[in-house]
């Protein structure tokens, strides 16, 4: 092929744009081109081919817990819990029960994606899910029973509140005081795509949740901090004091309490 009968670098990236696979015969055939351009275009390609081929792969690896239970048509609902160490708000937990054909390669430990990608993620884990369940835990009860009881009831809460009845559950790291088999997984969030999906759900439906606090008290950086003791929010319980959404048992909160 001549260079005058090649088409033009604009023109490719413009048939190139719609390759989805890394076998596209298109994209093959950049090979035999010898222009710069197009040996860059190709290698961009192919490093993107690469990487989704990465992630399907590590995605696959996180649907390692739950494909037994699958293959013997069994539910198997996945617990993650967000706001163990905010000074304010609740803790809230998801269980989210994935069907098994669920292939969204993205959905990972909500902590490894950015808000963006969070955001992006969070209706489409709503509309394929077969069940999702939120928990709570208020400040009040966790100055009752402590963090990490309010936090299991807060996770025994959503696994009651699914509409469907799970076989297994599968837990980030804690156990729940429910009477199912549970599979405790540290780090779980990273390891289960389950569990990465409820992590999700809890991370952004929190996040509203202390977006919504933050128009209602302002002045504690709600909306930036999710209730976590950075410097605007230590200010702001200093200069105005301890809201109803405050856990008074946490250090910061009774150091405040006792300056009233």
Sequence with gaps: MTEEKRPSLAQLRRDLATVTTADDPRLLALQADPRKGAQQLRQQLERRFAKQAAAEAAFQERLHYERPFWERGQRVAGIDEVGRGPLAGPVITSAVILPPDFDVPLVNDSKQLTPKERARLYPIILAQAEAVSIGAASPQLIDQVNIYQATRIAMQRAVVGLG??????????????????????IKGDAKSASVAAASIVAKVFRDHLMDSYDRLYPGYGFAQNAGYGTAEHLAGLAERGVTPIHRRSFAPVKAALSTE
Excluded: E, G, K
């Design 164 to 185: 469907l009845a799970p076989q297994h559950l599968i837990v980030d790291a804690m156990q729940i005081p429910v009477d199912l088999p549970q599979t405790r997984l």
